[in-house]
């Protein structure tokens, strides 16, 4: 069975500082992988996604993510923190490539960022 | 990218009632996905509806509590039946585009 789990369920950061989110995933299958952003009492926006394509994958608003098999680790990173980054992430796994509707979530990290 | 309207966007129920949610996406898709966020918890898929046939319920969910129908290809409806406080969630509908999934803005219940 597939399962996500993101160590930190807050995570807080000064302006301008490296931002990381972590993500580690179990699936008995190579895995889509996927992070979203929710900001506050709005829906889901893709960050980005990882195919089985280019294990570094770059993402909106100066997001990346390098997919590890070997760690089964999908990290969130950004160089420098905006104050707009503040949300919470998630980070989600599909097993089934021909059905990414059937996303299993990890626990979300709110992210903070303080001036 | 796909546009998702979804209704109501809010509602306060009492307890013992039914709502009925409905999710209305600008071009056809064969799957139309409904999940509930709990109050400060990730997202669970409660279903995978498609059209002409029964909604498929991930474990813990039972058409009895949540019925869904599918009417056509970009539009489907989700009803919290029987509803009490553990309810309260936010529902969202989903589509998926190019191995992208796409959520509606969701529909905060809370239950009294």
């Known amino acids: 069975a597939q399962s996500v789990t993101q160590l930190g369920s807050h995570v807080s950061v000064s302006e301008g500082a490296l931002v990381l989110l972590r993500c580690n995933y179990s699936s008995s299958v190579p895995p889509y992988l996927f992070w979203y952003v929710q900001y506050p009492n709005q829906g889901l926006q893709l960050l980005l996604k990882y195919t089985s394509a280019a294990t570094l994958v770059k993402g909106i608003n100066g997001f990346e993510a390098e997919f590890k098999k070997s760690e089964t680790s999908f990290h969130l990173t950004k160089p420098s923190a905006h104050m707009s980054d503040a949300a919470e992430y998630f980070c989600?796994?599909?097993?089934?490539?021909?059905?990414?509707?059937?996303?299993?979530f990890g626990q979300g990290t709110t992210l903070q960022v303080k001036p | 990218s796909a546009v998702i309207s979804q209704k109501p966007s809010r509602d306060i129920c009492q307890r013992g009632t039914s709502l009925t949610i409905q999710c209305q996406v600008d071009s056809q898709v064969t799957m139309m996905f409904w999940y509930r966020q709990q109050p400060g918890q990730s997202l669970t898929l409660i279903a995978t509806a498609n059209q002409g046939s029964e909604a498929t319920y991930e474990s813990g969910f039972v058409i009895d509590k949540f019925p869904i129908s599918r009417p056509n290809l970009t539009f489907s409806t989700l009803t919290v039946s029987n509803m009490s406080p553990e309810d309260s969630s936010i529902y969202l509908c989903?589509?998926?585009?190019?191995?992208?999934?796409?959520f509606g803005q969701g529909t905060r219940l809370t239950v009294v």
């Open positions: 989600a796994v599909s097993d089934q490539p021909g059905n990414t509707g059937k996303l299993i």
């Open positions: 989903s589509v998926v585009r190019d191995t992208e999934a796409f």
